[in-house]
């Protein structure tokens, strides 16, 4: 009897059996809710939906693996503290999931960390105890007493760098299964336990610490003109995934600049991003650095250097990845469409644009400068960003399984985001035509897209290596009559021998508005006339 129970209170393992059941042991108590989100978008029972369900098991099972390895060979102490922990805290998750249908991303993160000790005491409840004992002090009490047999440390971490290259490996001979994770990576994520807080809590302290570091602030401008005489309004649209190889304006075989056509907006040459991310790229394209800014700079950001020039800023947003800015006024797209009353109330980049002219118009201010940050032609789902009035190229492809897609299909579906891009460019300059104001409207994405051309989807690869898909982006401008006789331009005497259109954003708009200071580029300002 005395045997008996010395072995089911402190069993004896190897550690190789003692990592795998844990993390078999971390699937089958705490998948509920990633399993139940999973079999909604996954093409399950077919042999795709198979495969995508194999892959979350495997993905899981070698990162938990891996990590517990790793950290044995630390210490075998400080690896069991680990797995007590987390089981404990997966408990607690797992009830708040199922009980209040939540997701733990970086926002619940932010909630729980900013919840006072009265809020966070009325969502405890007694029916908690069977999670916490059942799911987290039991298998926690059978780690803590396990006796366990290690290897030495260099197998334990080769152990552990094993786990990894498998991980990989599957990876890669599943790669079919990439654009699937990436549509559905923020749902899923805020699901698995433990990473969903695992990552997010570091992803919120990161942006926190991003948020709260004090810029450095450029230097102060001087005008041209103290007060202008007429209203000065400057709009910078930034793009998402935009590629200005299918710019009608570029040379495209198709019509996808169909509504701007018999505008004035113009292309500047072919130019590349300064990077294949948004974070990236829009560090490049509102800090006075350019190309040559870190994703992380902590140089001004342009919304906030023009606001402490006295300049009313309004930034609308449908997408994430800008640095912090100070601003007038800031909205999301979601924020903007709650405000509507209409009928038919724009949704998405639409949003955007809803009554901007209207804004600007009952502005006093007499120098005006809006960002519009759009979702633009972000992928795989590029289907879900335009309304069905605008799919004009046909059959397109509906889903994120591109690789169930003919090539034909995901281009058309594509072009129709560039055209509903294009689409609310011609909306915008009809509002600044309004306007009794000099306008300019600036356009420039922050990134190009791969279709599938040498095997490359979507974006983000190094740039040493990224092929021309993602880095080629259109450069677009529109200047007001108004804007361009008073500063004696033409289309013709803007347009640079080469374009660099991640330099050029920061120093045009400053020129735009005759400003001046040490960081002003001329060379970089597209409205600056040579002498």
């Not at 393992?13 to 993390?23: D, Y």
């Not at 007694?126 to 440390?153: C, E, T």
Request: hydrophobic share 40%; glycine share 6%.
């Amino acid at each position: 009897m005395t045997h008996v129970k010395q072995t089911i209170w402190k069993p004896n393992m190897r550690l190789s059996g003692f990592v795998l059941l844990i993390a078999f042991a971390n699937l089958a108590l705490f998948q509920k809710p990633l399993l139940a989100f999973v079999f909604s978008v996954s093409s399950f029972p077919d042999a795709t939906g198979w495969l995508q369900l194999a892959s979350v098991q495997i993905v899981q099972l070698c990162l938990f693996m891996g990590v517990l390895f790793l950290v044995s060979a630390l210490s075998l102490r400080v690896m069991k503290l680990l797995v007590v922990l987390l089981f404990i805290v997966n408990g607690a998750a797992l009830y708040f999931m199922l009980s209040y249908s939540i997701e733990i991303d970086r926002s619940m993160i932010a909630n729980v960390l900013n919840t006072d000790t009265g809020e966070a005491s009325g969502l405890w409840h007694w029916s908690i105890l069977p999670y916490l004992a059942g799911f987290g002090a039991l298998p926690a009490l059978f780690v803590w007493r396990a006796d366990l047999r290690a290897p030495k440390r260099s197998l334990r971490l080769f152990a552990g760098v094993a786990s990894f290259g498998l991980l990989i490996a599957w990876l890669f001979a599943t790669s079919t299964t990439w654009l699937w994770f990436d549509q559905h990576a923020s749902r899923m994520g805020s699901k698995v336990l433990p990473w969903s807080y695992v990552i997010n809590t570091a992803r919120y302290y990161n942006k926190r610490y991003l948020d709260e570091r004090e810029p450095i602030l450029s230097p102060p401008a001087t005008f041209a003109e103290e007060r202008p005489d007429k209203k000065q309004v400057v709009v910078l649209v930034i793009g998402e995934a935009a590629r200005a190889e299918n710019f009608g304006l570029y040379g495209y075989g198709r019509e996808t600049n169909t509504f701007t056509k018999e505008t004035s907006l113009f292309a500047l040459p072919l130019g590349q991003s300064c990077a294949t991310n948004t974070i990236g790229s829009t560090a490049c394209i509102l800090t006075h650095e350019g190309s040559k800014a870190s994703s992380h700079t902590l140089a001004e950001p342009l919304p906030s250097y023009l606001t402490r020039q006295g300049i009313e800023t309004i930034y609308r947003s449908n997408n994430s990845g800008p640095p912090p800015v100070k601003t007038t006024v800031q909205e999301r797209a979601g924020e903007i469409s709650l405000e509507c009353t209409e009928e038919d109330c724009p949704k998405g980049d639409a949003a955007l644009n809803w009554r901007l002219a209207e804004r600007i118009e009952q502005s006093k201010a007499q120098r005006i400068f809006v960002t519009l940050h759009q979702t633009g032609s972000h992928g795989p789902a590029y289907f879900s960003k335009y309304p069905q009035d605008f799919a004009r190229f046909t059959p397109e492809c509906k889903t994120v399984q591109v690789a169930k897609c003919t090539h034909e299909e995901l281009v058309n579906a594509y072009d129709n985001s560039i055209l509903y891009t294009d689409y609310l460019l011609a909306d915008l300059i009809k509002q600044l035509e309004s306007l009794d104001a000099e306008t300019v409207l600036i356009y420039v994405s922050d990134h190009g897209q791969s279709l599938g051309e040498g095997g490359y989807y979507l974006h983000g690869l190094p740039n040493s290596v990224a092929p021309k898909e993602q880095r080629d982006v259109p450069f677009l401008v529109w200047m007001s009559d108004s804007f361009a006789s008073s500063r004696g331009l033409t289309a013709a005497s803007v347009l640079p021998p080469q374009s660099f259109p991640h330099d050029f954003p920061f120093h045009s708009v400053m020129g735009a508005f005759g400003m001046t200071s040490d960081i002003y580029k001329p060379e970089f300002d597209i409205f600056h006339l040579t002498p």
